[in-house]
């Protein structure tokens, strides 16, 4: 069991710059794949980023790919969203999941476990 809770969000003018966190607690993080995720008002859960278990392989959504990083750091139980060039369309629930297949996945069904989400809001 895995339990999720992200931090970082808030509002910002586009352009500006926030760092999501997402702090792990229960077993065996290290070996989980982690995930984010987000979620605008009226539409579905999309994909953003991704990060093997190893830390070795990320993937990202196209409309974010070079302006965010993910990250992680194993021993403080943490994965982080920096997020640069925030524009407004990047608004939305930012949700980090975690799952321990052997294959990275963009998939939000095959993340297995969830936080609870945390507020982007930029503006224009």
């Known amino acids: 069991q895995v339990q999720l809770i992200e931090s970082g969000g808030g509002l910002v003018q586009a352009g500006g710059s926030l760092r999501l966190s997402c702090a792990a607690s229960?077993?065996?993080?290290?070996?989980?794949?982690m995930g984010w995720f987000r979620q605008a008002p009226g539409k579905e859960r999309d994909f953003v980023a991704a990060?093997?278990?190893?830390?070795?392989?990320?993937y990202y959504a196209d409309s974010v790919k070079g302006r965010f990083t993910i990250s992680r750091d194993i021993a403080k139980n943490t994965v982080y969203l920096r997020m640069n060039s925030l524009k407004p369309e990047d608004t939305a629930i930012y949700y980090c999941?975690?799952?321990?297949?052997?294959?990275?996945?963009?998939?939000?069904?095959?993340?297995?476990?969830w936080g609870q989400g945390t507020q982007v809001t930029v503006s224009s």
């Open positions: 990060i093997r278990w190893s830390g070795d392989i990320t």
């Open positions: 999941a975690a799952d321990n297949n052997r294959r990275l996945s963009r998939r939000s069904d095959e993340y297995a476990y």
């Open positions: 229960g077993r065996a993080f290290s070996s989980y794949n």
